[in-house]
């Protein structure tokens, strides 16, 4: 049993496998944001997309950093976290649970329209697409409720189809349509677009980018995460760059910008179904005007379905990601408790994930695809805004701080101190794109700026309740301390480290949590290995130091205490710990807190066993060569 657990803890993320799931979230965006964009910018649509494009490049050169220095889940919210304080994580949080509640539903609503581009016409327009979105999302968000786990072999295999697919689209439309002349026709300076349709383009195309911080909730599944992560971001800037920047040349020329008897410009790319346009269904709608003869049909089916099952795992992963923040956000308690609430049965934040469907779901009510695409620029804006200005405040205050992986484009300043440029200038662009959307674009500003009040009115209310500041970062919430009334548990497993010293304390309150049986408490005291080594290489003295642990805890705890030991990688105790309490059905988890090194106060493995939790956890506080003090107990 112990071999297989071992084996699959092994089972980390590569360069390969961080940059498939990324481009499955951001290559995504295409089949709607191309649509979007085209209706704005008709024919400088190609320009838009390459002006967004250098913007994301500086976007991602500041996610690389920043998760290179801290590899954890969060994205900006963390980076914030780090840089200023737990308001401003809170507030890049928030606007990332506007990103994720958008992805839900602007995936979902064009789903139906791709569909309706092969099978059935009324999925194209209201109320059809606005049915089948809505029924799609409450399927989706019962799924997660019920904790079924994605395929990730499956995910990385459809981007990676994903991206050939796009890449062979590009190829065979610069062959058969492509066409330089028509793109130079396409554009009517000042007319088509006018200069205010082109601004506002350009943080609508931003949605086309938007998914990066996929990568950073990845960060601590990674492999050699400081430099995985940043070779992983850059690969997909590449990848993105590449496609976002041929694809709407090619679609322009499929599909070029014409005058109507009203004098209106006007392309097929960005015009309504209603108007027999494929603004719900762009990359559909290029590959229809593909003359491929016998292959026209299957490859406008082969397109098709591909679309709109990428959407619909696009829609899934904004689920995901939702259950994943609220979680996060109750865990550093900033939003209530009540909100990452586990279900009973399947051990999922069943309240989180039908709440925000359901505001998903009212998102999608209206019908309005621009809205959808303006809402999810607003947010995602807003959130590398946030990232951008961590970045540089980080720089500026912590300019002795690690960093394995350095942005492009730094000014020397006194001190040891720099100035990433990157970051000026991508905050300047991210921040203009979020104060275009923001400014011309009443309903959004409105539902936006509503969304931030909300999320500010929530945040310190909840803190206040909890005798909190707004600004101290606070993991767990401190319950009442254990006692000898405590509720007893019939199973509780003890976790000990065997570099450290015995603790005393923990198995106190070990004892105390353990019904009055024989054998109800298990120490597992854990072993790291060297990569270098074998995990079955024989370790004498640190396996005696374990032997002794058990030892001592036998002597203190009575026949009620049984033990073993268990060897893993660096890194990797957290997870064993977690499948070691499923299996034994543990009913709390008890560990000492470890001593203080670095940037976290519960160290990696006790946090990974505090975010997959499968029962209580206790965290004892006092250090081991002290008499106990009161723990820190925390709730599942």
Same mark, same amino acid.
């Given at each position: 049993?112990?071999?297989?657990?071992?084996?699959?803890?092994?089972?980390?993320?590569?360069?390969?496998?961080?940059?498939?799931?990324?481009?499955?979230?951001?290559?995504?965006?295409?089949?709607?944001?191309?649509?979007?964009?085209?209706?704005?910018?008709?024919?400088?649509?190609?320009?838009?997309?390459?002006?967004?494009?250098?913007?994301?490049?500086?976007?991602?050169?500041?996610?690389?950093?920043?998760?290179?220095? @801290?590899?954890?889940?969060?994205?900006? %919210?963390?980076? #914030?976290?780090? *840089?200023?304080? +737990?308001?401003?994580?809170?507030? !890049? &949080?928030?606007?990332?649970?506007?990103?994720?509640?958008?992805?839900?539903?602007?995936?979902?609503?064009?789903?139906?329209?791709?569909?309706?581009?092969?099978?059935?016409?009324?999925?194209?327009?209201?109320?059809?697409?606005?049915?089948?979105?809505?029924?799609?999302?409450?399927?989706?968000?019962?799924?997660?409720?019920?904790?079924?786990?994605?395929?990730?072999?499956?995910?990385?295999?459809?981007?990676?189809?994903?991206?050939?697919?796009?890449?062979?689209?590009?190829?065979?439309?610069?062959?058969?349509?492509?066409?330089?002349?028509?793109?130079?026709?396409?554009?009517?300076?000042?007319?088509?677009?006018?200069?205010?349709?082109?601004?506002?383009?350009?943080?609508?195309?931003?949605?086309? @980018?938007?998914?990066?911080?996929?990568? %950073?909730?990845? #960060?601590?599944? *990674?492999?050699? +995460?400081?430099?995985?992560?940043? !070779? &992983?971001?850059?690969?997909?800037?590449?990848?993105?760059?590449?496609?976002?920047?041929?694809?709407?040349?090619?679609?322009?020329?499929?599909?070029?910008?014409?005058?109507?008897?009203?004098?209106?410009?006007?392309?097929?790319?960005?015009?309504?179904?209603?108007?027999?346009?494929?603004?719900?269904?762009?990359?559909?709608?290029?590959?229809?005007?593909?003359?491929?003869?016998?292959?026209?049909?299957?490859?406008?089916?082969?397109?098709?379905?591909?679309?709109?099952?990428?959407?619909?795992?696009?829609?899934?992963?904004?689920?995901?990601?939702?259950?994943?923040?609220?979680?996060?956000?109750?865990?550093?308690?900033?939003?209530?408790?009540?909100?990452?609430?586990?279900?009973?049965?399947?051990?999922?934040?069943?309240?989180?994930?039908?709440?925000?469907? #359901?505001?998903?779901?009212?998102?999608?009510?209206?019908?309005?695809?621009?809205?959808?695409?303006?809402?999810?620029?607003?947010?995602?804006?807003?959130?590398?805004?946030?990232?951008?200005?961590?970045?540089?405040?980080?720089?500026?205050?912590?300019?002795?701080?690690?960093?394995?992986?350095?942005?492009?484009?730094?000014?020397?300043?006194?001190?040891?101190?720099?100035?990433?440029?990157?970051?000026?200038?991508?905050?300047?662009?991210?921040?203009?794109?979020?104060?275009?959307?923001?400014?011309?674009?009443?309903?959004?500003?409105?539902?936006?700026?509503?969304?931030?009040?909300?999320?500010?009115?929530?945040?310190?209310?909840?803190?206040?309740?909890?005798?909190?500041?707004?600004?101290?970062?606070?993991?767990?919430?401190?319950?009442?301390?254990?006692?000898?009334?405590?509720?007893?548990?019939?199973?509780?497993?003890?976790?000990?480290?065997?570099?450290?010293?015995?603790?005393?304390?923990?198995?106190?309150?070990?004892?105390?949590?353990?019904?009055?049986?024989?054998?109800?408490?298990?120490?597992?005291?854990?072993?790291?290995?060297?990569?270098?080594?074998?995990?079955?290489?024989?370790?004498?003295?640190?396996?005696?130091?374990?032997?002794?642990?058990?030892?001592?805890?036998?002597?203190?705890?009575?026949?009620?205490?049984?033990?073993?030991?268990?060897?893993?990688?660096?890194?990797?105790?957290?997870?064993?710990?977690?499948?070691?309490?499923?299996?034994?059905?543990?009913?709390?988890?008890?560990?000492?807190?470890?001593?203080?090194?670095?940037?976290?106060?519960?160290?990696?493995?006790?946090?990974?066993?505090?975010?997959?939790?499968?029962?209580?956890?206790?965290?004892?506080?006092?250090?081991?060569?002290?008499?106990?003090?009161?723990?820190?107990?925390?709730?599942?």
């Amino acid at each position: 049993m112990a071999e297989r657990r071992l084996h699959g803890l092994q089972r980390v993320l590569g360069v390969n496998a961080l940059f498939s799931t990324a481009y499955g979230n951001v290559g995504s965006s295409i089949y709607y944001a191309l649509g979007l964009v085209a209706s704005f910018a008709l024919g400088l649509t190609p320009v838009v997309f390459i002006i967004t494009g250098f913007i994301f490049y500086l976007t991602a050169a500041t996610y690389a950093e920043a998760t290179a220095m @801290y590899p954890e889940a969060g994205g900006s %919210s963390s980076f #914030a976290r780090h *840089a200023f304080n +737990e308001l401003w994580s809170f507030f !890049a &949080a928030w606007a990332q649970m506007l990103n994720y509640t958008i992805t839900i539903a602007i995936s979902a609503f064009f789903v139906p329209h791709y569909l309706g581009g092969l099978f059935w016409a009324e999925l194209r327009h209201g109320p059809g697409d606005v049915v089948f979105a809505i029924g799609l999302i409450a399927l989706l968000s019962a799924v997660n409720v019920r904790g079924v786990k994605e395929s990730a072999g499956v995910n990385i295999g459809l981007a990676v189809v994903d991206f050939l697919t796009q890449l062979l689209l590009v190829a065979v439309g610069l062959f058969l349509v492509f066409k330089p002349q028509v793109l130079v026709d396409n554009v009517h300076w000042g007319i088509a677009p006018t200069w205010k349709d082109f601004f506002i383009a350009i943080p609508v195309g931003m949605i086309a @980018y938007t998914g990066i911080e996929t990568i %950073s909730n990845m #960060a601590e599944e *990674a492999k050699d +995460e400081e430099k995985t992560i940043p !070779a &992983a971001i850059n690969r997909v800037v590449i990848a993105v760059f590449a496609i976002y920047s041929l694809l709407p040349m090619v679609a322009l020329s499929a599909l070029p910008v014409t005058q109507g008897p009203d004098g209106r410009y006007t392309t097929q790319l960005g015009l309504p179904e209603s108007e027999g346009g494929f603004s719900g269904d762009p990359v559909l709608g290029v590959v229809k005007h593909f003359d491929l003869g016998f292959l026209q049909g299957p490859a406008e089916l082969y397109v098709g379905i591909l679309a709109a099952t990428i959407l619909l795992i696009a829609s899934n992963a904004g689920i995901i990601g939702v259950s994943r923040l609220v979680y996060s956000m109750g865990i550093h308690r900033q939003v209530p408790d009540r909100l990452r609430q586990l279900h009973p049965k399947y051990g999922t934040p069943y309240i989180g994930i039908i709440i925000f469907g #359901a505001i998903a779901c009212i998102a999608v009510i209206p019908g309005k695809a621009d809205f959808l695409g303006n809402m999810y620029a607003f947010g995602a804006m807003l959130s590398f805004t946030i990232a951008h200005f961590a970045v540089i405040r980080l720089r500026l205050s912590q300019p002795e701080a690690r960093r394995p992986w350095r942005g492009p484009g730094n000014i020397a300043l006194s001190g040891g101190r720099s100035l990433p440029l990157f970051a000026v200038f991508g905050g300047l662009g991210t921040l203009l794109a979020f104060i275009v959307v923001t400014a011309l674009h009443v309903d959004v500003a409105l539902a936006g700026i509503g969304w931030l009040t909300l999320g500010m009115c929530i945040y310190p209310i909840y803190r206040h309740r909890q005798g909190l500041d707004l600004t101290t970062t606070t993991k767990v919430a401190i319950q009442r301390p254990v006692v000898e009334h405590e509720a007893e548990y019939e199973s509780v497993l003890v976790v000990l480290d065997a570099t450290q010293p015995y603790s005393k304390g923990t198995i106190s309150t070990a004892a105390k949590l353990a019904a009055r049986r024989r054998r109800g408490i298990h120490i597992l005291v854990y072993v790291a290995v060297p990569q270098s080594s074998p995990i079955s290489a024989s370790m004498p003295e640190a396996e005696a130091a374990a032997e002794s642990i058990i030892e001592q805890a036998r002597l203190q705890g009575g026949r009620r205490v049984t033990g073993h030991i268990e060897k893993v990688r660096p890194g990797q105790a957290g997870r064993m710990i977690v499948l070691e309490a499923r299996e034994l059905r543990a009913q709390a988890i008890v560990a000492p807190l470890p001593p203080r090194s670095g940037g976290t106060l519960f160290g990696k493995t006790l946090e990974t066993v505090l975010a997959e939790r499968p029962c209580r956890v206790i965290i004892q506080s006092d250090p081991a060569n002290k008499p106990p003090r009161r723990p820190v107990g925390l709730a599942a």
